[in-house]
């Protein structure tokens, strides 16, 4: 393989902070045999480029990170995972601003009706300007992420696995399957639920084995619209894992649960995708029919496997999206977990890289993204029992869907799913602390277009305070906005809100917390 060529870019050569040692990190490898210590080409070194991967990198780029994501597969996967971006996501993308781009390949559907499939009105004034959910196929998404990426300045390797790495006090000594071996200071793994990388580490992945499978595909029918609606209707009361529905151009997606489940097959785990005929076997098995389906686009299967990953950091590598967690789909929230993991780690990492990260700050991304993680499994794993048939969870399922009449339990629901009710933990305060902030017009322009850089955000309407030595990392918006109902708040890159106040050594200490030393 030829060695890596770059574009002039920013130099980020800063001295690394010297955060760990050999000695005090357990299980840590020795450097590969035959490592020479190489220069150290690359920053960060991301294996995967899911869009966990691809949206990792980008946000590196904003941050003159020197970037390369090797990527196992010679060409993106075709297969329509993903149901769409919910709330959280379209906003990261509007923050970045890449919204109108992600809008015009994907469709607007409300939206309410995502956890376990109970279809309920969305709530009125949820708390954002983008209150929607974005259809709009995985493969589009990676493809956006990717070249959005590209576009910053990041190198995308594809056909080049991961198979090994070392890490020693300085970096990380990567290998690829061809045999090469790169530097960097830091190792993302982003490889999906299978991930290589979280293996080499030893990290543990406990949780439950899958005890179902459910086939899902693309493709069109040769039964009358009339039939099938009514036999989906008719199994649908008890069978929430079954449906055929239009999906435009003639084509159906068609989801069907597998008789007598998956034997313990992970999400992702068995690689081969269904034939068209285990998809007729399994129809035929629960509707009597096969709907004379034919001409697939794509077919899938998945299991509800639930896993986390017992640590997202080891030394110099780090764990993120479906490598770090897996859940089963429903509520279609993986992809949208994996991408809000990387907005939080990008910035985080690159200050690490560029110098001025606080002590603690790269931990930070642990501390904050794995209760989230563990939050989603645990409404996965609740969603699942209300897809079960026994009676007792139907019995569940009909309370349940009672108490979602109520508008507070209906809104608590889809702010889970959508993710737009994340309140990191950064101490005692008002409750807008930790929370993200919605895109709100200021008199510049909208809130979020002002965070397309990547970098904190003071909105201050004291007339009185300032980022002072922190300017190169803190932008100061004066008198931004009426609607605003605090004197000032202190936006981190990820637009949550790191503090609230009107005293400007209070402010010092939070900038210190979150952006380090002022410069001089
Ligand atoms: C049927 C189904 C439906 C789903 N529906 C939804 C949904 O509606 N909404 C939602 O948010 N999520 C959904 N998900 C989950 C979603 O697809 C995943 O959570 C998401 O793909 C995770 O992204 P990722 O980048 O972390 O991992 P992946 O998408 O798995 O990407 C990992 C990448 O790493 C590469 N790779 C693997 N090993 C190596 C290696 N050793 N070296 C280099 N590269 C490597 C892989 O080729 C891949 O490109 C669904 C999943 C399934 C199975």
New binding site residues.
Partial sequence: MNSPKFTPEPASNDPVERDFSVGDVPGLRAPAAGTDRAPLVFDVII???????AMLAAELRLHGVRVLV????TEP?SFV????LHIRSIELMAMRGLLDRILEHGRRRPAGGFFAAINKPVPKNLDSAHAYLLGIP?PVIVELLEGHAIALGAQVRRGC??VDFAQDEEGVTVESADGERLRSRYLVG????RS?VRKLLGVGFPGEPSRTETL?GEMEVGAPPEEIAAKVAEIGETEKRFWLRPFGGGAYSVVVPVAGGAGGAE??ERAEPPTLEDFKEQLRAIAGTDFGVHSPRWL?R?GDATRLAERYRDGRVLLA???AHIHP?TG?????L?VQDAFNLGWKLAAQIRGWAPETLLDTYQAERRPVAEEVLDNTRAQMELHSTEPGAQAVRRLLTELMDFDEVNRHLIEKITAIGIRYDFGAGPDLLGRRLRDIDVKQGRLYDLLRRGRGLLLDRTEHLTVGGWSDRVDHLADPTAALDVPCVLLRPDGHVAWIGDDQQDLDDHLSRWFGRPAD
């Fill in positions: 294996a995967g480029c899911g869009p966990t991967g090797l990527e196992k597969e996967v995972r993903v149901v769409g995985q696995a991961v982003c490889d999906g639920g290589t899902m999400v992702g899938s998945f999206g479906d490598s789909p279609g929230q993986g992809l949208n994996g």
